[in-house]
């Protein structure tokens, strides 16, 4: 893990889910998963977007910072349909879906509205990929 991840990481840990920095009053979660090749147990602080009418469901973006190819964290959670995260001072196990065409590109025009870093990622990685969104609701297994 960088020592980026690991310091955002334990911020979140020591304050009840919040981060500062670039990060102040974004919504933060830390996405547990395992590598498929290494099958080491990983940990990611992500920024997510609530879903307005339902408070077990939350939507990630796989934007790696508009870099050309998708994050390892994405191709684990696919691989797996199901994983753990950290939200607030709550553990809890999540289904994964991918979200497709007018679902995902709503829930994505809507983090973009609320964190224009998220609209500099898709004109970086236009013509080249379309930016992962995840859907996560709590299950009651991982």
Do not use: C
Request: charged fraction near 25%; glycine fraction near 10%; charge should be negative.
């Amino acid at each position: 893990m960088s020592d980026w991840n690991a310091t955002i990481i334990d911020e979140f840990r020591a304050n009840e889910g919040r981060v500062g920095g670039p990060f102040t009053g974004a919504p933060m979660v830390l996405i547990h998963h395992r590598g498929r090749k290494s099958g080491r147990e990983l940990v990611n602080p992500l920024m997510y977007l609530p879903d307005g009418s339902n408070d077990d469901v939350i939507y990630v973006f796989a934007s790696k910072g508009g870099a050309p190819e998708n994050p390892d964290w994405y191709y684990n959670l696919t691989a797996a349909g199901h994983t753990t995260i950290e939200r607030g001072t709550e553990s809890y196990a999540v289904s994964v879906r991918e979200l497709t065409g007018t679902e995902r590109d709503e829930r994505f025009d809507e983090q973009a509205g609320r964190y224009p870093g998220f609209a500099e990622y898709a004109q970086k990685t236009a013509g080249i990929r379309t930016i992962p969104v995840l859907e996560l609701t709590r299950s009651a297994t991982a």
